[in-house]
């Protein structure tokens, strides 16, 4: 008998977390946070983290729980969600998983081939080496020689996800495409109830632009200068997330706080597409226009409906 599960994902900003606690209410479920940024302990501020009010005595999961100096893959995620999913089952609850990091969703609904190699810190400083002397071009350009396909199909910004091609392929001797050459396999694993919200673009970003001005007004230069005097460090990871990467350039004087924030803004706003655009390709995604509801309740109801009569319960 297959698994029950429901997700709900979406852009940034677009309404997922109140629209998850009311679905949770209702269905006797628990929330699994898919968000690749609320992993982390003394991120609240810039990564929307929700509060313990505000989460109703819903239990949520793999939230606040990562050191920002430690590693966390998709790997990881994949393992301790699907655990908690069918442990949920077990219990006659109900699992919801919450978030818009859309390779974390993929992680649990696709057969992705997730390649054993760990971390190889001596090639992590080659490349990083290369990183600095050659630039991006000099990282992209050795990942074409090495593996083309990848590079084909890797933006050459992305440095980090370039130097795990290439940390994979040097040393497995297999190339890191054939690792991800069944990338979007679907599972059928679980009986799945797929949600993307979505709302007019100029006012996602209006809700967006309005998000980050109540972070700064909330704290969030403090919470980047407390991180900071804990000791994590601008080249953690965690610390290039959008929010605190800009912050980190304001505070060392590289820019202005105007130009900070506008950074945080643009950068959000290019998410958004991003997260838009990577869960189009799932054909079993319904999608949801808030816009075409008056009020929250009408959302609510529809979306509860849907998942009554497909998951009979």
């Not at 993307?196 to 970003?205: E, G, S, T, V």
């Not at 990871?237 to 060392?252: D, F, T």
């Not at 950074?263 to 838009?276: D, P, V």
Request: hydrophobic share 35%; with cysteine.
């Amino acid at each position: 008998m297959k698994e029950k599960l429901i997700i709900i994902t979406g852009p940034t900003a677009v309404g997922k977390t109140d629209l998850s606690i009311k679905v949770a209410q209702r269905f006797n479920g628990e929330i699994i946070s898919s968000d690749s940024m609320q992993i982390y302990k003394y991120m609240d501020i810039g990564t929307a983290k929700i509060s313990k009010d505000e989460m109703k005595c819903i239990k949520h999961h793999l939230i606040d729980f990562v050191d920002p100096a430690s590693e966390f893959s998709v790997f990881d995620f994949k393992i301790k969600a699907t655990e908690i999913i069918t442990n949920l089952n077990k219990e006659k609850k109900i699992p919801i998983v919450t978030g818009g990091t859309g390779l974390y969703i993929n992680s649990l609904i696709y057969d992705l081939n997730f390649t054993p190699v760990a971390p190889d810190i001596g090639l992590r400083e080659k490349y990083e080496k290369i990183l600095i002397e050659s630039g991006r071009e000099g990282l992209y350009s050795l990942l074409e020689s090495l593996d083309p396909l990848s590079a084909n199909n890797i933006d050459k910004n992305n440095y980090q996800r370039i130097m795990r091609a290439l940390e994979v392929t040097e040393v497995s001797g297999i190339p890191f495409s054939e690792y991800t050459k069944e990338f979007r396999k679907p599972q059928d694993k679980y009986d799945l109830v797929y949600f993307c919200l979505n709302m007019d673009r100029a006012k996602l970003y209006d809700r967006i632009n309005l998000r980050v001005d109540l972070m700064i007004e909330n704290g969030l230069i403090d919470e980047v200068k407390d991180l900071l005097e804990r000791g994590y460090t601008k080249d953690l990871v965690a610390m290039k997330a959008i929010g605190y990467k800009e912050i980190i350039n304001y505070l060392e004087g590289e820019t202005s706080l105007d130009d900070a924030i506008e950074s945080i803004k643009q950068g959000s706003r290019n998410y958004a597409k991003r997260q838009l655009t990577w869960f189009r390709r799932d054909n079993r995604v319904t999608w949801v226009d808030v816009d075409l509801f008056h009020e929250k309740k009408e959302l609510e109801e529809f979306i509860i409906n849907i998942i009554s009569n497909t998951l009979n319960i």
